[in-house]
Nanobody, 124 residues
Framework: QVQLVESGGGLVQAGGSLGLSCVAS????????MGWFRQAPGKEREFVAV????????YYADSVKGRFTISRGNAGNTVYLQMNSLKPEDTATYYC?????????????????WGQGTQVTVSS
């Protein structure tokens, strides 16, 4: 059974930092693209960042470029998202996902597996 579990969300003041983690199990995810999306209330799920199977190729949404960093763990089944200089507009539920395509996959329909999400709230 495929399972993705995110952790690391929370409440932080604007300008602060948070780190998210996602661990995938149930398949050889070290061979696949892993990405992060987010969804705020009343809004569509949007792309945040994606990393290739070995982490050497990464892509970011313009809104987070220069502030967020995505990386893969050594075992390949973990993906991290380091978020710095957080803004209130970064407030959302953050989801990790796995794609069999890639690595420049930025649309939700291009991903096959999803985590349950972790809440990030940035206060002004």
């Amino acid at each position: 059974q495929v399972q993705l579990v995110e952790s690391g969300g929370g409440l932080v003041q604007a300008g602060g930092s948070l780190g998210l983690s996602c661990v995938a199990s149930g398949r050889a995810f070290s061979l696949y693209t892993m990405g992060w999306f987010r969804q705020a209330p009343g809004k569509e799920r949007e792309f945040v960042a994606v990393a290739s199977w070995n982490g050497t190729r990464t892509y970011y949404a313009d809104s987070v470029k220069g502030r967020f960093t995505i990386s893969r763990g050594n075992a390949g089944n973990t993906v991290y998202l380091q978020m710095n200089s957080l803004k209130p507009e970064d407030t959302a539920t953050y989801y990790c996902a796995v794609s069999y395509r890639g690595p420049n996959v930025i649309h939700p329909h291009q991903y096959e597996h999803w985590g349950q999400g972790t809440q990030v709230t940035v206060s002004s």
